[in-house]
């Protein structure tokens, strides 16, 4: 095909026409253009952490999975099929993204000794294993069996037990278990279990 003047002109205007005019296709840098930033993404299921509400998100993360990639989160988006929120999130939910992706972020526990000023990282297991510790030794002190009266109560009243919202059914569900197994009585959960 001969290209004069005018078949030139005429063909930048249309673009996929110069393109075409000119011997290249660029429908797939069209198509890739195009693209969603979650087109590759892998979806997930979760609830917003910042309030009782408890609105259903989904986390787009990026990644294939491979032991030396670190999966990364681009997106966070209310959840359409949440009954609770039907796919909105209110400003603070959409910031999502934010408190998942953040170098402040807490992602191992921190312990202040009694009396100190001053926080220190501490290991998962070394952690689980002192809260293990003073439950027991705490309930071991303060079980009561019987009332002042003689009646059967079985309780324990120095401890308490606080649950957050993000807390799904079956985190309260065992909550439940573990606090009536030890017997703790002083409970909160925004829930109002
Ligand atoms: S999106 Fe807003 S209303 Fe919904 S749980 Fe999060 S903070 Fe609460």
Redesign the pocket.
Known sequence: MSLTRRTFLKSAVTGGAAASVLGFNLESARAQARGLKIDRTTETRSI?P??A???GVIIHTLGDGAANVDPTVVHVEGDPDSPV?RGA??P??VTLRQFIVNDRRLTRPLYRAPGSNAWTEMEWDEAIDRMARLIKDTRDGGFEETDGAGRRVNRLTNTAMIGGCTDTNEINYLLGKLRFGLGIVPFENQARL
């Open positions: 917003c910042y309030c509400v408890s609105c929120n999130l209110c603070k939910g």
